[in-house]
Nanobody, 131 residues
Framework: QVQLVEAGGGLVQAGGSLRLACAAS????????MGWFRQAPGKEREFVAA????????YYTDSVKGRFTISRANAKNTVYLQMNSLKPEDTAVYYC????????????????????????WGQGTQVTVTS
């Protein structure tokens, strides 16, 4: 049974930091691209960041570049999202997702952004940034 469990969300003031973690089980973690997405109230879920299975390829949406950092620890089956300089517009439920990809297939930006490419999703963790 595949599980993705997010943790680390919470309430923080603007300018603060949070570190999200997503622990995976039931999959060969290194074979999966891992993505973070978010959904704000009244809005569609959107791409935030993604990292390839070996960590060599990373993408961010423009609004978080320079503030957020995605990383992974394959030995721990965990992907992280370090979020610094948080803004009220970062308030959302944050989801991690896993996309199986063989070792030789390059992760394109298009694939990283496409939610339908992802096979498994977590339940989400709430991040609230106050002004």
């Amino acid at each position: 049974q595949v599980q993705l469990v997010e943790a680390g969300g919470g309430l923080v003031q603007a300018g603060g930091s949070l570190r999200l973690a997503c622990a995976a089980s039931g999959i060969t973690f290194s074979m999966y691209t891992m993505g973070w997405f978010r959904q704000a109230p009244g809005k569609e879920r959107e791409f935030v960041a993604a990292i390839s299975g070996n960590g060599a390829t990373i993408y961010y949406t423009d609004s978080v570049k320079g503030r957020f950092t995605i990383s992974r620890a394959n030995a721990k089956n965990t992907v992280y999202l370090q979020m610094n300089s948080l803004k009220p517009e970062d308030t959302a439920v944050y989801y991690c997702a896993a996309d199986w990809r063989d070792a030789i297939t390059f992760l394109s930006r298009s694939d990283a952004y496409t939610q339908d490419k992802y096979d498994y999703w977590g339940q989400g963790t709430q991040v609230t940034v106050t002004s």
